[in-house]
């Protein structure tokens, strides 16, 4: 079992619509970090969470660490938002890497 | 703030020949990351410094694979020789740390190599 779990894989949707991605863990964390990445291009760290929630924009990340979960929400999706969005817990040193998510939004 | 830069963005080389990638991280980061990211996978760590110090080399295939921060600023991963199966996006990272505790790691823009 992979100890860093991202559902959905792939998720299309339609412009305008709230987007949640979820990110399940099994390892104790001392933070947890939402990045995205576009086709062709670099990763961009979205958010770095230990506790509760933070807000950038149109963007929403929450996490519950006594559930070993997070979910990303998108609010308003627009179809620049498309890209792979990836859940990394960082237990020690290291990050561990979900496999990411791939979101499609259509105009 | 200058982001992290990574030089080629781009690199064609044929099997068994050798290549270079440099990296120069964000200013006063103390820490940096080499992943490769194979084509529809997450990114593998390939070697975390620490300064100049490696703090995690484990996934790094040493007989072909080198990596050196020199003066724990900028690096350099070396290939020598390559194999089809390189064939990959190289991300350079770099973050700092706060008592003790990694900050988020900022991403090069990548370096896409193919292997013939």
């Known amino acids: 079992k992979n100890e860093v779990e991202q559902s959905p894989q792939n998720l299309t949707a339609q412009e305008g619509e709230f987007i949640t991605i979820n990110c399940s863990y099994s390892?104790?964390?001392?933070?947890l970090h939402w990045l995205q990445q576009h086709p062709g291009g670099g990763i961009v760290s979205l958010f770095m969470?230990?506790?509760?929630?933070k807000k950038h924009g149109r963007l929403i990340a929450t996490i519950n660490i006594q559930e070993k979960h997070s979910s990303l929400h998108i609010t308003a999706s627009h179809p620049r938002d498309s890209a792979v969005y990836i859940c990394?817990?960082?237990?020690?040193?290291?990050?561990?890497w979900g496999a990411g998510t791939k979101l499609i939004i259509k105009p | 703030e200058a982001g992290v830069a990574q030089s080629p963005r781009y690199k064609i080389i044929e099997k068994r020949q050798s290549v270079a990638f440099w990296c120069n991280p964000i200013?006063?980061?103390?820490?940096l990351y080499w992943y490769q990211q194979i084509l529809g996978q997450g990114p593998k760590l390939l070697i975390q410094?620490?300064?100049?110090?490696?703090?995690?080399d484990s996934q790094l295939p040493k007989d072909r694979f080198s990596a050196e921060r020199l003066k724990g600023v900028d690096s350099t991963l070396k290939i020598q020789p390559a194999k089809l199966e390189d064939s990959a996006v190289y991300l350079c990272?770099?973050?700092?740390?706060?008592?003790?505790?990694?900050?988020?790691?900022?991403f090069g823009p990548g370096t896409r190599l193919t292997v013939l």
């Open positions: 390892v104790g964390i001392s933070a």
């Open positions: 410094f620490q300064n100049n110090g490696v703090v995690d």
């Open positions: 990394a817990v960082r237990p020690n040193y290291q990050l561990i």
């Open positions: 990272a770099s973050s700092s740390t706060s008592g003790g505790a990694y900050n988020e790691q900022f």
């Open positions: 969470l230990s506790s509760g929630k």
């Open positions: 200013s006063g980061h103390a820490t």
